[in-house]
């Protein structure tokens, strides 16, 4: 390609609502153009890197023996009606009508779609294995659509689903794809994890997530430097503590701790260490009625230590509260408590409540908690002495750095990063659902056991400039840049011999099948080179009349600090070894 025939649109500046780096840069770089709130026009040098995320994901799916089909965009509410998300899902699913007043949605995934097809299609457990895959558009309609093509409404997605004859051979067929998408994160040259993921409502262990590591992600990444351990913030589990609770050493006492009413304002005014503090959280269930009111509502007081914050996940799973909770209401913690917030603790309740307690708390001696006297806290407290031991103990905790690592090899460090695939043992949810069935060995009807897998094409561009860029722009690994080679002839208007060796050295790297781009818009070297710099092409060469003198030319990768020469007769054959074709 030539750039004078190309599209090439770069900006000094980037618009005042872009706020992250991925968001500026593929806006400076002409990558991407707003058209509205999270919808963008993907221009042709940005939609180049898209065709080749596209490329290597369809490479990889078709050797992992998924087969490629197309699912409408617009989709039949009565499917998602079927499943029950047409209501479940809230805003964020676009809906609509036809002229005739029928409900559609806007596909934001495409579980309920392919089961219609498979319920239609199978009949008998000699058609299983299947896994069908599709790179195609999605639309969700963010509450805030933010980011870029981070966190924008329509996006682009390559989502797979498997269909399985049993458990056992669905868990196959989720092994066999998370080992395809590390072959295909792999070949995208990013620094990424995959972590172990909750399963949510579905339950089950079978849930990877892909992330790519950036400081500017949104997800916190658990993970042990001494082993392959890696779970994100909601599925790492925070082990109960191996040293056993000590012996009381001091009285409980009730301590007046005026107008402290958080852990970090009482562990100050005493002196002590944070973490000798606990904290009460108020959560309450409610039980409706017949006519759906609220019949019933249980409170319950969870305490974590001073320093910990709360998972709502792990907490979600105890049962009791893993149908649905919620944070208690001032008059529930008054009426419960007789106090207000700041001051809460298991002492003197005026009701009862259900007590859980976090795994920390539960080997805890000598503790600070509220006295449920507003101006005091109780100090000295003690399991056994000045409590019932603990009769619900669990894991209801974010893991902390430091903390030992769930598989017994290290201590756990936490990093960022950003979501860009995910892996999902689905079972029989949309099957049963659906009553999508085959029929079995036996001859009788089964539902089938199912997977989805799911990558986001147009948001990974964009993890990847948030991994990969500093003050001058993106540095795009080879595999995904929009071009992986540019040459910059220097004056070739005025110099015919940089033009001809340009030209040459353009057709020769084209024979030899490298993605090469040719600067002719004779721009001055300054801005020729901010202009590939911004755009992030990986290799740049170089092409001057006082070098071909010398008998060189320059060659500089984008992540170097300086060009280097190298003999200009042998420019083919450098760059063929750089880029791993000699």
């Known amino acids: 390609m030539k750039a004078s025939q190309f599209f090439i649109s770069t900006l000094k500046e980037a618009p005042a609502d872009a706020e992250i780096a991925s968001h500026q840069l593929m806006m400076r770089a002409g990558m991407i153009k707003k058209l509205g709130a999270g919808i963008y026009n993907y221009m042709p040098m940005g939609l180049r890197v898209v065709r080749k995320v596209e490329a290597i994901v369809r490479e990889e799916m078709n050797?992992?023996?998924?087969?490629?089909?197309?699912?409408?965009?617009?989709q039949p509410a009565e499917l998602w009606q079927e499943t029950g998300r047409f209501e479940q899902m809230g805003p964020e699913l676009l809906r609509i009508k036809d002229r005739h007043g029928r409900d559609f949605v806007v596909q934001p995934t495409s579980e309920e779609v392919i089961t219609d097809v498979i319920r239609q299609d199978i009949r008998s457990y000699k058609q299983l294995p299947k896994n069908f895959y599709q790179i195609q558009t999605k639309f969700r309609d963010e509450r805030r659509p933010r980011f870029g093509l981070m966190r924008g409404r329509e996006f682009i997605m390559k989502d797979?689903?498997?269909?399985?004859?049993?458990?056992?051979?669905?868990?196959?067929?989720?092994?066999?794809?998370?080992?395809?998408?590390?072959?295909?994160?792999?070949?995208?040259?990013?620094?990424?994890?995959?972590?172990?993921?909750?399963?949510?409502?579905?339950g089950g262990d079978l849930s990877e997530e892909f992330q790519v590591i950036a400081s500017t992600g949104e997800d916190a990444i658990v993970y042990c430097p001494q082993?392959?351990?890696?779970?994100?913030?909601?599925?790492?589990?925070a082990l109960a503590p191996s040293q056993p609770r000590l012996e009381p050493s001091l009285a409980l006492t009730k301590t007046a701790t005026p107008d402290k009413s958080t852990c970090a304002?009482?562990?100050?005014?005493?002196?002590?260490?944070?973490?000798?503090?606990?904290?009460?959280?108020?959560?309450?269930?409610?039980?409706?009625?017949?006519?759906?009111?609220?019949?019933?509502?249980?409170?319950?007081?969870?305490?974590?230590?001073?320093?910990?914050?709360?998972?709502?996940?792990?907490v979600g799973k105890i049962p009791g509260l893993d149908k649905s909770f919620r944070f208690a209401t001032l008059t529930e913690i008054e009426e419960h408590f007789g106090c207000k917030p700041g001051y809460l603790g298991p002492f003197n309740l005026l009701k009862p409540v259900t007590l859980l307690v976090d795994r920390d708390v539960a080997v805890m001696a000598d503790w600070v908690c509220g006295a449920n006297v507003e101006g005091f806290h109780m100090t000295g407290v003690n399991w056994g002495r000045d409590l019932p031991e603990p009769a619900l103990v669990a894991d209801l905790r974010n893991a902390v750095v430091g903390d030992a690592s769930p598989d017994g090899k290290g201590e756990l460090a936490i990093e960022r990063g950003i979501e860009v695939g995910h892996v999902f043992y689905l079972g029989t949810k949309y099957s049963r659902a659906m009553n999508a069935t085959f029929l079995g060995d036996n001859g009788k009807p089964q539902f089938f056991e199912m997977g989805c897998y799911g990558i986001g094409i147009t948001r990974l561009p964009a993890a990847a400039i948030e991994q990969n860029h500093d003050e001058r722009g993106i540095i795009w690994p080879d595999a995904i840049a929009p071009f992986t080679v540019v040459l910059c002839p220097i004056s070739p208007d005025r110099f015919p011999d940089v033009k001809t060796a340009s030209d040459q050295l353009y057709a020769d790297l084209l024979a030899a099948g490298v993605d090469v781009i040719l600067d002719d818009r004779n721009e001055r070297p300054g801005a020729m080179f901010a202009d590939w710099e911004l755009i992030g092409i990986p290799h740049r060469v170089t092409i001057g009349d006082r070098g071909l003198k010398d008998g060189h030319i320059e060659y500089q990768h984008r992540r170097d600090s300086a060009s280097s020469q190298i003999a200009s007769g042998e420019a083919l054959a450098f760059l063929k070894t750089k880029l791993g074709l000699a």
């Not at 082993?227 to 589990?237: C, P, R, T």
């Not at 606990?278 to 009111?293: P, Y």
């Open 265 to 314: 304002d009482v562990a100050a005014l005493l002196d002590m260490p944070l973490s000798a503090t606990v904290k009460s959280l108020v959560l309450a269930t409610d039980q409706l009625g017949e006519d759906g009111s609220i019949a019933k509502s249980t409170v319950w007081l969870l305490l974590l230590r001073g320093d910990h914050d709360m998972n709502e996940i792990k």
């Open 227 to 237: 082993s392959d351990y890696a779970a994100n913030m909601e599925k790492a589990e």
């Open 63 to 74: 050797k992992a023996g998924a087969i490629e089909m197309s699912m409408p965009v617009i």
């Open 160 to 202: 797979a689903y498997s269909f399985d004859r049993s458990p056992e051979a669905a868990k196959a067929s989720y092994k066999n794809m998370a080992q395809a998408y590390r072959r295909i994160f792999d070949r995208f040259g990013l620094r990424y994890r995959a972590v172990a993921a909750d399963s949510g409502a579905i």
